[in-house]
Nanobody
Framework: VQLVESGGGLVQAGGSLRLACTISRSIFSVNAMRWYRQAPGNQRELVAA???????NYADSVKGRFTISRDNAQNTFYLQMNSLKPEDTANYYC???????????WGQGTQVTVSS
């Protein structure tokens, strides 16, 4: 199973980016999908998650600005990031646990840089 990310880049504060994570198998076999981020010198932190049933949760720091969603037909899930701040600068990783018992898979990471 592979998770392939796309959509990172450089954006000014207040701007938007959309990250995508495409899974190399049917999204219906996925239990939960998540986005994490890690800034230099910091621990990796959970940003957003979406369960197979569609429920979502977000880190307090991104609530109201970021939205996690999925497209079952494309086997892809997304992170829409609006009103970006310099403190959102990090390497963003997608993550999914698949099957029973669940196995966790990670994407390769994509860099998001927000300039002030």
């Amino acid at each position: 199973v592979q998770l392939v990310e796309s959509g990172g880049g450089l954006v000014q504060a207040g701007g938007s980016l959309r990250l995508a994570c495409t899974i190399s198998r049917s999204i219906f076999s996925v239990n939960a999908m998540r986005w994490y981020r890690q800034a230099p010198g910091n621990q990796r932190e959970l940003v957003a998650a979406i369960a197979s049933g569609g429920s979502t949760n977000y880190a307090d720091s991104v609530k109201g600005r970021f939205t996690i969603s999925r497209d079952n037909a494309q086997n892809t899930f997304y992170l829409q990031m609006n009103s970006l701040k310099p403190e959102d600068t990090a390497n963003y990783y997608c993550n999914a646990d698949i099957g029973l018992p669940p196995i966790v898979y990670w994407g390769q990471g994509t860099q998001v840089t927000v300039s002030s």
